[in-house]
């Protein structure tokens, strides 16, 4: 399968190479200083996005977005992956699950979004619920035509500066021969709205200026008009949006490597030790080798699940493997593009460190690496064992 960019391609990389060199570069150095990204600075980079072209590519034409199939998103993402998190996710791709909103949800919460005036989060994880999200706690009980909501989650990135939170929370329980089984409703909560707090989260490693935060609920009452999708069916809104987000990290993780591989290879074609350039010993020259290759093998993986993707034919095992062959790269390639830096790769100079710690969260979030390995394995095997 060929996947060289077509010129309309080709003209979106070079579009979002130069906004990233021009836009987001000169200020990586600043956010990782301050752990913060000004809101007056945050409000520039959304602007010149818009104006570019570049601001809810991932969003249909037909509802105000830029239209991207899920193979250029990839091939976008790959480019805003190379700055820093904090400001390449300023450029906005609002959360596919979006589309969802019907009615007045449309103008308040979709529309807004795709116009860069609102930005949402997304609400699963708990303090007591990561992988296995059917286990989570977080209620919502039926009170007339309100719900009740009460619970706790944690990890929710950005919620500081969204304007609204797509909450997953518990509305009922079903027996199945497997045991209980919690049905799941997607709640559309804003800001304000009694009963919510926003707290700081935890002080990560990875991603400064980036937040997570904990989300507090006590006795937060909400309209069932503010129901995303069905009345227990939040999962059923949220399948197309994992997948994809998968996709999206995967891309992502394609700009972080193709940025830790360019500074090694070039530190190894003109640094001189021993009288020639590190890059001839064969100890360098062996890792820049298995960079490459590493690098070529995660690229194929998450374009052909963008291929497919766009197609409609793109599975979970698709979006689970180049989750986890990109973010698995990029540990490798950014832990080795520091070892032929020696010293001066950990070193705040350069942004090598940055993206050694950046690329250790790649591998936790929207699905670990387990999980990623457990839906390959169940896609392997499941067919296997209903023909027996």
Not at 242 to 251: D, E, F, K
Not at 360 to 377: L, P
């Amino acid at each position: 399968m060929n996947f060289e960019p077509s010129e309309e391609q080709k003209l979106l990389i070079e579009t979002a190479r130069r906004f990233v060199e021009e836009e987001l570069y000169p200020y990586e150095e600043e956010v990782e200083k301050t752990g913060n990204l000004r809101p007056e600075l945050r409000r520039q980079i959304i602007n010149r996005a818009i104006e570019v072209g570049l601001y809810a590519a991932n969003m249909p034409q037909e509802l105000g977005g830029g239209g991207l199939d899920p193979l250029s998103m990839c091939m976008l993402d790959r480019e805003l992956g190379r700055a820093s998190y904090a400001l390449q996710y300023t450029v906005g791709r609002p959360s596919n699950i979006l589309q969802a909103c019907v009615g007045d949800q449309r103008e308040q919460y979709l529309f807004p979004c795709i116009r860069g005036e609102k930005t949402d989060c997304l609400a699963m994880t708990e303090p007591g619920a990561g992988s296995d999200v059917r286990s989570m706690s977080t209620r919502a009980e039926k009170d007339g035509q309100d719900f009740i909501i009460n619970g706790t989650k944690h990890f929710i990135s950005h919620a500081d500066i969204a304007d609204f939170v797509i909450l997953f929370a518990a509305t009922g329980v079903d027996q199945t021969p497997r045991g209980p089984r919690k049905r799941i409703t997607a709640f559309l909560i804003d800001k304000e709205t009694r009963g919510f707090e926003v707290r700081d989260g935890y002080e990560s490693v990875s991603n400064r200026g980036y937040h997570n935060c904990i989300l507090e609920f006590d006795n937060c009452r909400v309209p069932q008009t503010q129901v995303l999708g069905e009345v227990d069916k939040g999962f059923a809104v949220a399948n197309d949006w994992l997948g994809n987000t998968r996709l999206q990290v995967a891309a992502i993780c394609l700009g972080k490597c193709d940025r830790a591989y360019d500074l090694a290879s070039n530190y190894a074609a003109t640094r001189v030790q021993f009288n020639q350039t590190i890059g001839k010993f064969q100890g360098v020259s062996f890792k820049l080798a298995d960079m490459a290759m590493r690098l070529r093998a995660a690229e194929l993986i998450t374009y052909q699940s963008g291929a497919r993707a766009n197609t409609g034919e793109m599975t979970d095992m698709d979006a689970a493997m180049a989750k986890l062959s990109a973010t698995e790269a990029l540990a490798f390639i950014a832990d080795e593009a520091i070892q032929i830096h020696g010293g001066m790769g950990l070193m705040s100079d350069l942004p090598l460190e940055r993206i050694w710690r950046d690329a250790r969260v790649e591998r936790i979030w929207e699905g670990t690496s387990e999980i990623q390995r457990m839906i390959i394995a169940r896609s392997i095997l499941r067919p296997l064992e209903s023909t027996r």
